[in-house]
């Protein structure tokens, strides 16, 4: 399976994203973001970090970028697209998910490793795997989702909060919150399914000796939903 | 020709930094200061000379760059 990691200046997630793609039996590609033609891709990557400095607002300067317009093509005709954290508020900016990550209710920049629920196995993306509740680590200032009214009813008529701020037992409650997000919401998807935008970083936790190996489970298990 | 833009948080939105900026104003002594809402100023030098066509292309240059409409208002001065 071939995958593509976009870089925009100021990424910082990219080669972290790299490793897991690879580790787990991507066969990658980095992709600069002044580039205007995607490489033969089933994946498309926007990793972790802050685009153009995170001027005017996360993600906006990048989701204008050249090759923004190819993404938008590609996860138009139906091509999977991850966005974590950053890549997430690009695809925000970009109208390919709705809503918008605001500032941290705390105004904190929030590093630390939380539970996600998957509420949806029924895509690509956690299709068979084996566990309902991640431990994943997220790592931003700018995570707290929110969206309007009608949107949210759109979401959830859906089933299309892909994951949710949650404890150890599943429990998605105030206190599981990190950031403030809407209804704990720390993924979305589009209609189709295809676009997953989060903010927990599943490429941070690829590794029992360092982090954990939810990450791992995520990538094997996408991976073999694409073979 | 400059045309002037402010881009405020629409209302209900939450302001987390007008919040602090709020809270400090009355621990400073400002205890009349009931909510604080921070925004973003630009200036768009644009290269027209009609006033009303320059905030035209400010306009849309709002909607599709300068705010964000799910969470932001503006107004061209």
Redesign the interface.
Known sequence: MNSSVIIFPGSNCDRDMDVALKKFGFKNEMVWHNDEKLPKSDLIVLPGGFSYGDY??CG?IAG?SKIIKSVIDFAEKGGLVLGICNGFQIL??TGLL???L??????EFICKNVFVKVNNKNNKYFNSIDKDVLELHIAHNEG?Y???DEELKMLKDNNLVAVSYCNEKGEVNEKSNPN?AMQNIAGIFNKEKNILGMMPHPERMIDKYLSGEDGSIFFKNLLNNLK | MKIKVIVTLKNG??D??GK?IQQTLNGMGFSSVNEVRQGKFFEVDVNEKDEAKAKIKVEDMCKK??A?L??ENFEIL
Do not use: D, M, Y
Not at chain 1, 102 to 107: D, E, S, T
């Open positions: 005017l607002r906006s204008k925000t900016e709705p809503g918008v605001q500032q941290n209710k705390n105004i707290s929110f969206c309007t403030g | 939105v939450l987390p930094q602090a760059l300068l964000n799910v969470i």
